[in-house]
């Protein structure tokens, strides 16, 4: 596979580096790339061919705040060379109206949206909305380790074997 970074966007229960750790070990991609984007710059993310953005959702439209402050910054990256995919956590049963929306929000700002892969199905969740659904089909993988926990692991494991095919 092409030199990949996962950057992942804090986390406050343990949830998202849980997961994050979890698939970097499905990738092989070695503990120095996997990073906290409070800890990035645009330098860091230009050194791999393939980035995966990985966050928390909190309320309506809205990531874990490490990425509040980052997202800005995506604009000044140069993705012509680069595959991008996303994954978010979130809670469908609570937050049934704004379900994984932090994966939603950095996908609007993306700006190079044909660079993206990694987009899964929406079969097996039950929510009302999502920032994060596009044409039937969320932008990157949907984790609810909250009121799902048991598909976390299939879950990652299909979607790392799904990347490793698309970031070819
Ligand atoms: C105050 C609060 C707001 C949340 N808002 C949302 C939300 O709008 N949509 C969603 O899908 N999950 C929401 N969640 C659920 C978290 O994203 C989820 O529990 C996640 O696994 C937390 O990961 P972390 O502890 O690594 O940050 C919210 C959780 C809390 C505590």
Known sequence: MKKTGIFYGGTESGNTKSVTDKLATFLKVPSKDVINIAEANIETLNKYDCLIFGTSSWGIGGAHYDWEDFV????DLDYSNKKVALFGLGDQK???????????????????????????????????FSMAEREGRFVGLAIDDDSQPELTVPRLKAWADQLKNEFQ
């Open 72 to 75: 800005d910054l995506l604009g």
């Open 94 to 128: 609570k937050y049934p109206e704004s379900f994984v929306d932090g994966m939603g929000m950095i996908y609007c700002r993306l700006n190079a949206k044909d660079n993206v892969v990694g987009y899964t199905s929406t079969e097996g969740y039950n929510y009302y």
